[in-house]
């Protein structure tokens, strides 16, 4: 009984962190690694379900599906923003007092591109930066050290072809 409470628990745990990866992978137009593991998602899925359906009048087992469920999505988020797969668009927006950050994420390898904008409190810089997921809140955070009131906004690509990315 002990095995198969642990079983239904790792399970669960695995094919939802594999489910919470799959719809990422999905939402980017993944489709081939997205099928790939959702194959493998459903399979474990399936044998977890098989052993609780069966006993219903286990309460015990019942539970441990349902957190492995919920640690599950936990497990799967933390996975995937430390996979941290595919790229981030990130659009910029500071005051033009600060226009020298546009060089020194320049002379760093980033890819960015800038235009004059007018805000409420005068004149202003937009930043539009595409780069690699693992490396947004790093040079956001190099923005919000220059300029502190700098506003940033992270946003999910899912299509784009030409320009210029940073390798690293």
Not at 113 to 137: D, H, Q, Y
Request: charged share 20%; hydrophobic share 50%; glycine share 10%.
């Amino acid at each position: 009984m002990l095995f198969e409470l642990i079983f239904i628990f790792l399970a669960r745990v695995l094919d939802v962190s594999l489910g919470t990866v799959r719809m990422i992978l999905v939402i980017r137009g993944d489709k081939i690694p997205a099928a790939i593991i959702g194959f493998f998602e459903i399979l474990i899925y399936t044998v977890a379900l098989g052993l609780v359906v069966g006993s219903l009048n286990e309460p015990l087992k019942l539970l441990v599906f349902c957190f492995g469920f919920a640690l599950g999505i936990l497990l799967g988020t933390f996975l995937e923003e430390k996979i941290a797969l595919g790229y981030r668009g990130v659009q910029v927006t500071i005051d033009s007092e600060h226009g020298h950050i546009v060089e020194e994420l320049r002379e760093e390898g980033f890819p960015v591109t800038c235009w004059e904008a007018s805000g409420k409190a005068g004149p202003k810089l937009v930043l539009n930066i595409f780069l690699r997921r693992n490396m947004a809140v790093a040079v956001a955070d190099k923005i919000y050290e220059k300029d502190p009131d700098a506003f940033v906004v992270f946003m999910e690509p899912k299509h784009f072809q030409g320009g210029y990315i940073k390798k690293k």
